[in-house]
C-alpha cells in the first residue's frame, strides 16, 4: 500500500506554520483543517438545544445522530450505543460507579499494571468504596507484553469485570483482547477495555475484540478533546447510572450528563470521515470499509517509521528501548543512561524536536518497567509524520547523545 505523507500533512495547519517535529501524538494529535471547519460551521450556524420545531434544534439534533453514526462505523458499533463525554477519563468513572452499585465483599476486579491511570485508578476507587477486593495483573518487564497468562493468574470465580488496555500508551504495547476477552468471560466476569491510543493506530472493532464496554477519545485521532463510551446494547440497557429526573432515560441519553458539546461532535463526526478519506483507491464505498483500509494503510506508514527509529536506536551507546512487544503501535519509549528522560526531552526541544518525557499517566507501568515516575522518552508516530521529521529526530538525538 503506498501512502502519501505529504498530501495528508497539507491538511494540517499546525504543520505549516510551527517548523517542529512532532512526536507528542500519544498525548493529543494535532488538528485537520476539515475538523476545525467543521467545529466552526456548528458554531456559526442556528444552534439550540435538540428538538424538531425550529432550524436551531434541527441542527443539533443532526449533528448528534451524525456523530453517533460516525463514531458506531468507527467502532463497528450500533450507533445507538455511543455515548459522549467530557473524556475517557469521566466516562470511565462513571461506568466504574455504576457497575459498582451491584458490587460487594467477596467481589474482585481485576486491574493491569500495563494500564494508563484512567483505566486503574476508577476501578480500585469504585471497589473500595463497596468493599469489593482489586487484584492485579502484572505483565513481562523485559518485552513490555501483557499476556493471557498474566490476566488469567488473577482471575477467580468471584470476578466481577477486569479492566485492560488495547494499547499502552507508554511503550506502544498490544495485547491479544480477543484471548483476554475469552479467559474473562469464562470466568462469568465483564472486560472494560481502554482503546484511547489503540483508537489512534488500529481499526477498532468491538466485537471482534470481545470487549463488554469500550472507551476511546476523538483527540487522540485528529479529533477534538472529549471521550466515547460504547459497550454491548444489552449491557448498556441494564445499567442504571445516576442521572437528573427529567434528563432522558433512552440509551445513550442515560449516560451523557448535561448538554453535549455540538461543536465537537460536529468536529469528531469530520475526524473520522477525514480518516475514512486516507483509504487507498478501491477501498469500497461504505465509511467502515474505508476506515479499516485506511488505518491498515497507516499502520504500514507509521510502522516502517517505527522501524526506522527503532534501528537507529539501537546503534546509540547508553540508549535502552523499552518498547519490544511482539505486537505494538508506532509508539516507542526509550532511556539514555545517564541523562534523566527530561533532560533528552528538553535537548530534543532545543532542536524543534518534540518528543515528551515521563510516565504520561501510566504511573503502574512506568514503575513496573522500573523507571518510577521520571518514566522515560516517548516517541509516538501520527499519520502525519514522515522520513524528514525521522530523520530531524535522529539527527538531533546524533547531537545530543553525541
Known amino acids: 500500500m503506498s501512502f502519501d505523507a505529504a498530501a495528508v500533512r497539507a491538511h494540517f495547519p499546525a504543520l505549516l506554520s510551527s517548523g517542529w517535529a512532532r512526536?507528542?501524538?500519544p498525548g493529543g494529535t494535532q488538528t485537520p483543517a476539515p475538523v476545525v471547519e467543521a467545529v466552526a460551521e456548528a458554531l456559526t450556524r442556528p444552534l439550540a438545544n435538540r428538538g424538531t420545531l425550529t432550524e436551531a434544534q434541527h441542527n443539533a439534533d443532526r449533528i448528534v445522530a451524525e456523530a453517533r453514526e460516525a463514531m458506531g462505523d468507527f467502532l463497528n458499533t450500533p450507533a445507538r450505543t455511543v455515548v459522549f463525554g467530557r473524556s475517557a477519563t469521566q466516562l470511565v468513572y462513571d461506568l466504574a460507579r455504576t457497575l459498582a452499585k451491584d458490587w460487594g465483599p467477596g467481589d474482585e476486579v481485576v486491574v493491569s499494571r500495563l494500564d494508563h491511570d484512567s483505566n486503574i485508578r476508577p476501578w480500585i476507587q469504585a471497589a473500595e468504596a463497596v468493599g469489593a477486593t482489586v487484584r492485579w495483573a502484572g505483565f513481562d518487564a523485559a518485552t513490555g507484553e501483557l499476556r493471557p497468562?498474566?490476566?488469567e493468574a488473577a482471575l477467580s470465580p468471584r470476578t466481577r469485570l477486569v479492566a485492560v488496555t488495547a494499547a499502552s500508551n507508554l511503550n506502544g504495547a498490544r495485547p491479544d483482547v480477543p484471548a483476554l476477552a475469552s479467559l474473562v468471560h469464562a470466568a462469568g466476569a465483564l472486560l472494560?477495555?481502554?482503546a484511547v491510543h489503540h483508537a489512534a493506530h488500529a481499526?477498532?472493532?468491538?466485537?471482534?475484540l470481545g470487549a463488554d464496554t469500550l472507551v476511546c477519545s476523538p483527540y487522540k485521532f485528529l479529533g477534538p478533546h472529549l471521550g466515547v463510551l460504547t459497550g454491548r446494547a444489552g449491557l448498556l440497557e441494564s445499567l442504571r447510572p445516576d442521572k437528573l429526573l427529567p434528563s432522558g432515560d433512552a440509551v445513550p441519553e442515560r449516560f451523557e450528563l448535561g448538554t453535549l458539546p455540538y461543536e465537537l461532535l460536529a468536529g469528531t463526526r469530520a475526524a473520522?470521515?477525514?480518516l475514512a478519506g486516507l483509504a487507498p483507491a478501491g477501498a469500497g464505498k461504505g465509511r467502515r470499509e474505508r476506515l479499516v483500509a485506511a488505518f491498515a494503510a497507516l499502520e504500514e506508514h507509521e510502522d516502517r517509521l517505527r522501524d526506522r527509529v527503532t534501528e537507529a536506536l539501537a546503534r546509540f551507546p547508553g540508549v535502552t528501548v523499552h518498547s519490544r512487544a511482539a505486537h505494538r503501535t508506532s509508539t516507542l519509549l526509550f532511556t539514555v543512561d545517564g541523562i534523566p528522560a527530561a533532560?533528552?526531552?528538553r535537548r530534543l526541544a532545543a532542536h524543534r524536536v518534540d518528543a515528551p518525557a515521563g510516565s504520561f499517566y501510566a504511573l503502574e507501568a512506568s514503575r513496573h518497567l522500573g523507571l518510577g515516575a521520571e518514566g522515560g522518552v516517548r516517541v509516538g508516530l501520527a499519520p502525519y509524520n514522515d522520513d524528514a521529521d525521522v530523520d530531524r529526530l535522529l539527527a538531533a538525538?546524533?547531537?545530543?547523545l553525541g
Do not use: I, T
Request: aromatic share 8%; no cysteine.
Open 397 to 400: 538525538l546524533a547531537d545530543v
Open 149 to 151: 497468562e498474566h490476566v
Open 272 to 274: 473520522v470521515d477525514f
Open 343 to 345: 533532560e533528552v526531552s
Open 23 to 25: 512526536f507528542d501524538a
Open 203 to 208: 481499526a477498532v472493532d468491538l466485537p471482534a
Open 192 to 194: 472494560h477495555v481502554d
